[in-house]
T-cell receptor
Framework: IAGITQAPTSQILAAGRRMTLRCTQDMRHNAMYWYRQDLGLGLRLIHY???????GKGEVPDGYSVSRANTDDFPLTLASAVPSQTSVYFC?????????????FGPGTRLTVL | GQNIDQPTEMTATEGAIVQINCTYQ??????LFWYQQHAGEAPTFLSY??LDGLEEKGRFSSFLSRSKGYSYLLLKELQMKDSASYLC??????????WGAGTKLIIKP
């Protein structure tokens, strides 16, 4: 693995179903983030984690949950998907506290909720 | 509220120069980032400014004026591969990134 990987690449999901989007990084970055990107809007932060074992809410956390059991993995769970959660989801990581704290992004997951 | 403004779309000619502006109003300022995003792909980091002035990196330069809440990204010697969206983001007082909606740059031969 080099960088950040996300799975699945895309998914079509029925409303009401539970779904977990996976994110793994191999850069040993301490901070990780989940964003959603919708047409005409900037990236919006859903949840973040500054270090393993801690998480925080972003701008649009409702309907989503995260966990950070270790440094490398940061899964995002939709407990009961709704059509408004149709979006492209990006995971990112950064070396928080190290220089510019630049965020590096995974390839994204395109999620459609019907 | 916090706000990042960028033009929605710009068109330029191959070989020319284009300037993409970004104005911001945020609660605090801890740096400004520019990212490039090709259609269907992830954003990739281009530049970072935290002090006023110009940062040059090859064909790309980024300028910041903190007193004016203003930045621009300058792209020189445009190539067809520069057709992409360019995202401006500001790190606020909570150290979270606030993102603009992006500027779609169309390069014509």
């Amino acid at each position: 693995i080099a960088g950040i990987t996300q799975a699945p690449t895309s998914q079509i999901l029925a409303a009401g179903r539970r779904m977990t989007l996976r994110c793994t990084q191999d850069m040993r970055h301490n901070a990780m983030y989940w964003y959603r990107q919708d047409l005409g809007l900037g990236l919006r932060l859903i949840h973040y984690s500054n270090t393993a074992g801690t998480t925080g809410k972003g701008e649009v956390p409702d309907g989503y949950s995260v966990s950070r059991a270790n440094t490398d993995d940061f899964p995002l769970t939709l407990a009961s998907a709704v059509p408004s959660q149709t979006s492209v989801y990006f995971c990112a990581s950064s070396d928080a506290g190290g220089g510019t704290d630049t965020q590096y992004f995974g390839p994204g997951t395109r999620l459609t909720v019907l | 509220g916090q706000n990042i403004d960028q033009p929605t779309e710009m068109t330029a000619t191959e070989g020319a120069i284009v300037q993409i502006n970004c104005t911001y109003q945020t609660s605090g300022f801890n740096g400004l980032f520019w990212y490039q995003q090709h259609a269907g792909e992830a954003p990739t980091f281009l530049s970072y400014n935290v002090l006023d002035g110009l940062e040059e990196k090859g064909r790309f330069s980024s300028f910041l004026s903190r007193s004016k809440g203003y930045s621009y990204l300058l792209l020189k010697e445009l190539q067809m591969k520069d057709s992409a969206s360019y995202l401006c983001a500001v790190r606020d007082s909570n150290y979270q990134l606030i993102w603009g909606a992006g500027t779609k740059l169309i390069i014509k031969p």
